[in-house]
């Protein structure tokens, strides 16, 4: 199992999302050009040299995969790119019609919307375990504390909106910071008392949404207050290997006491590859151990691990994740208002972005993508496809934007072609091809700056 907590992993998942997921653009683009009847010469997976292919196909295209697998290519045959014999002007895309070119064109960021839609209406159909929103308890300064929030509280609704889930308490948050300066949370206790709690999200403003911003807000998981008392001792683990067991209460690690099992389980995380002296009270003796935790790599860092789980108290522990599933039809529903609203919010950020409502922080590149297919792969199938649906969702909205390089930009140009009722010159083009592809560059610089600093600040 160690092999799944290994770089190599996280690569693996980004690859197969970001290769699936251009696999589909450019077959959205193939598909609607051979309806068309337009020639496709090459269907190319990422760019750059070439490393295998193949063809196919009475059309004799080239099938090709290029060393750069991020991004790839349907070239068509163009009278603009070279000569065309006279027997197959009529299958050149630049003798289509307005109409058909432009369905070519949109067809790419069709097919990601499209794929979006079927991942999701597989995971709500297949269900997924999801946490419970319960609150840990804030930081004090941050806004969850100056709002009253408590340890244990769980959010019911935001704004009267009701809330489910963890992911939903941050889907909500998050559209709702784009335009709100603040939020009412309904929260019960374990009381079962219920208050209304005001939230200020002032404080992501300039941040962005990326990693940390439920940590700018004080918003955190519930951490049961469980003492340190061990109950499964891993065998052949560190702590079986130093002799703990079952029933051990950690009373101090590194002569610091400890006093819940959520702050003994934080300095093992961070003392991977050292050594740890463990005060142990064992009945009514206590004695010293002294062992390594392992070095795991998890979510992109690497923690200390010693093989054990905390006793459950008596009563059981709090209940902090629910199991949701739907119906076909239900799933269907939910998944065609997925797709939408995540892809109506991140057109509403990028044109923020874009005007400068928005920081570009925001902004994230194939580090921080990876680290997030990482991530999901290893919470599970669902966690895994619900992200590959969220990136084919940003892969669409992103080949919409009205920038020449773009799916969007050649849109652009067909709607100038039919006020103008004839196409731009050449030179006009070549132009905007040229602005379009430094604003791309610029934005691509800013989100490999975010990924560099997000990856050496943790």
Known sequence: MHTLNTPLLYIAAFVVVIGVLVFIHELGHYLAARWCGVKVLRFSLGFGPVVWQRRFGSDATEWALSLVPLGGYVKMLDEREGTVPPAELSRSFNRQSVGRRSLIVGAGPAANFLAALLLYWCVFMLGSNELLPVLGQPPGGTPA?????????????????????????????????????????????????????????????????????????????????????????????????????????????????????????????????????????????????????????????????????????????????????????????????????????????????????????????????ADYAG??????????LKFMALVSVSLGVLNLLPLPVLDGGHLMYHMIEVVRRRPLSERAMQIGQQIGLSVLLVLMAFALFNDLNRLFSG
């Open 145 to 369: 504390a100056q709002a009253g929030l408590q340890d244990g509280e769980q959010v019911r609704s935001v704004d009267g909106q009701p809330v489910a889930t963890w992911a939903d308490l941050r889907w909500i948050l998050l559209n709702r910071a784009v335009d709100r300066e603040s939020v009412d949370l309904e929260v019960i206790n374990e009381r079962h008392e219920i208050a209304l709690r005001r939230l200020h999200l002032a404080a992501v403003a300039d941040q962005g949404w990326q990693g940390d911003a439920f940590e700018h807000l004080g918003l955190a998981l519930y951490r049961p207050r469980l003492p340190p008392r061990l109950g499964k001792v891993l065998a052949g683990g560190p702590a079986a290997q130093a002799g703990l067991q079952s029933g051990d209460r950690i009373v101090a690690v590194a002569q610091q006491p400890v006093e819940y099992w959520h702050e003994f389980v934080a300095v093992v995380r961070d003392a991977g590859g050292r050594n740890l002296a463990l005060e142990v009270q064992r009945g009514v003796e206590t004695f010293t151990v002294n062992l390594v935790p392992d070095e795991v790599s998890e979510r992109g860092r690497t923690v200390g691990k010693i093989g054990v789980a905390v006793a459950e108290p008596e009563g059981g522990l709090r209940e902090l994740r629910t199991f949701v599933r739907h119906g076909p039809l239900e799933a269907m529903t939910r998944a065609i208002d997925e797709t939408w609203e995540k892809s109506v919010f991140s057109l509403v950020m990028m044109g923020k972005m874009l005007i400068g409502e928005a920081s570009l922080k925001n902004l994230s590149g194939p580090v921080t993508i």
């Open 375 to 384: 991530q999901s792969a290893r919470l599970g199938l669902d966690y895994y």
